[in-house]
């Protein structure tokens, strides 16, 4: 039986070899210079899905857990829990993008599920106002700052150091060409 995570079969990769005109992979990549080639992988025999799982499974057995011990690995590592109902809810098809579909007909359970969601936010807060609409930890960090340097009026902010390298960098994107500077701790 053919593990089912390989994508095609013997067949289907002489058919692609055919159409292009080639005969062998071989061949295929013959015009690429031997000296910029990878060589041949050494890699183990395949295994069925079941058996790569168990496999896995007993290389991470390796690992010490972050449960057992204490974490200052900074930068965005930290524990951290997520409901189970996470899952189910990001699962759903109106989630797969921060973007709001065109289509008045299929956004409107997008924008009735943010609208519910930011009135929440607001009855929990006290707050008039709730941003439901942030693409990723790095967006939040560099809006909230803006906001903080446009109620405050200071032109910095203060970062620590231990806070994911991939949200200062878009920080520091955000803040380019404006007279506002990013200090990091």
């Not at 013997?10 to 058919?15: K, L, T, V």
């Not at 690429?32 to 050494?42: D, F, G, K, Q, W």
């Not at 449960?67 to 409901?83: I, K, M, N, Q, S």
Request: aromatic share 10%.
């Amino acid at each position: 039986m053919r593990p089912s995570y390989v994508p095609n079969t013997d067949a289907e990769r002489a058919e692609m070899l055919r159409v292009v005109g080639v005969g062998s992979l071989d061949e295929l990549f013959a015009e690429i210079p031997e000296a910029v080639r990878n060589p041949a992988l050494r890699l183990p025999a395949p295994l069925a899905e079941a058996e790569l799982l168990r496999h896995l499974r007993e290389l991470a057995a390796q690992n010490l857990s972050l449960e057992d011990y204490a974490c200052f690995l900074g930068g965005g590592v930290y524990r951290h829990f997520a409901p189970s109902v996470v899952q189910h809810v990001i699962a759903r098809n109106e989630f797969y993008t921060a973007y709001t579909p065109y289509q008045p007909e299929v956004s409107q359970g997008t924008l009735q599920a943010l609208f519910e969601y930011q009135s929440l936010i607001c009855d929990l807060t006290g707050m008039e106002v709730a941003n439901a609409s942030m693409y990723d930890g790095g967006s939040a960090t560099a809006e909230a700052a803006l906001m903080a340097c446009r109620l405050t009026g200071r032109t910095a902010i203060g970062i620590a150091d231990t806070t994911n390298p991939q949200y200062i960098e878009v920080l520091r994107t955000y803040f380019e060409g404006q007279s506002l500077r990013v200090k990091v701790f």
